[in-house]
């Protein structure tokens, strides 16, 4: 798969953009445009926070020097809510505690100011790469019932079905424990639930059953669910 092909496939991913500079937010977004059709941005690292627990997204970029919060600062608290997520940080900062921060929170690349359309695109392409490798973007649930990684929906004998947030946080966890049981623990984490709330998993279990218009989902009693 050469470049061009490896950033066609990223086109739908989900993308959060944090940058307290607005000439510098205007001409990078120029560039993400080109390979992403769905950019989020935000302005400052409180911001960025709030979206970020409404929303999923598959890559942040971030500087290091915002408002409020630091883009360090910001990055810690999403690891808490998700250990997984890619972090590009951008930033003109020479101080080595910056940089043990950025290693600390496990952060994809990093790319210092002034950078140009090639240092962006480099990093871009680096990822995609990454990306592809490490992750099959369709995960089939059952025989008529797949799972789309990259445009957060359910397809049905080829019918896209849209998700809430919720669902996509749930079906992420089961399509990664298709033979096994997910706990309301890992449930309740996964959902970003400070405590198990069963109404709560129960009242998303439905929607989704709904949705699916059959049922895929088991209740070990006591223990939590799996996928039939």
């Known amino acids: 798969m050469n470049d061009v092909e490896i950033m066609q496939n990223l086109k739908h991913f989900k993308v959060l953009y944090v940058e307290n500079d607005?000439?510098?937010?205007?001409?990078?977004?120029t560039i993400l445009s080109m390979y992403f059709k769905n950019i989020t941005t935000a302005t400052d690292g409180f911001e960025a926070l709030n979206i970020f627990?409404?929303?999923t997204f598959d890559l942040i970029i971030c500087d290091i020097f915002l408002p409020k919060i630091s883009g360090t600062e910001f990055a810690q608290e999403v690891r808490e809510l998700d250990k997984n997520i890619d972090f590009i940080f951008i930033s003109s900062s020479t101080n080595i505690n910056d940089f043990r921060k950025v290693i600390q929170i496990q952060a994809f690349d990093f790319l210092s100011k002034p950078y140009s359309f090639a240092d962006l695109q480099d990093v871009l392409i680096k990822f995609g790469k990454k990306y592809i490798k490490d992750r099959t973007t369709i995960v089939e649930i059952t025989t008529n019932i797949q799972y789309d990684i990259l445009n957060h929906c359910i397809i049905i004998d080829d019918k896209r079905i849209d998700l809430t947030l919720k669902e996509q946080q749930l079906l992420q966890l089961?399509?990664?424990n298709k033979k096994n049981v997910f706990t309301?623990?890992?449930?309740?984490?996964?959902?970003n639930y400070k405590e198990i709330n069963m109404n709560s998993i129960k009242n998303i279990i439905l929607r989704l059953r709904k949705k699916l218009s059959t049922d895929i989902f088991v209740n070990i009693k006591g223990l939590g669910y799996r996928i039939v």
Not at 184 to 191: K, N, R, T
């Open 184 to 191: 309301y623990e890992q449930i309740s984490e996964a959902l």
């Open 22 to 29: 607005s000439f510098q937010m205007e001409q990078t977004i």
């Open 174 to 176: 089961a399509t990664k």
């Open 53 to 55: 627990k409404k929303n």
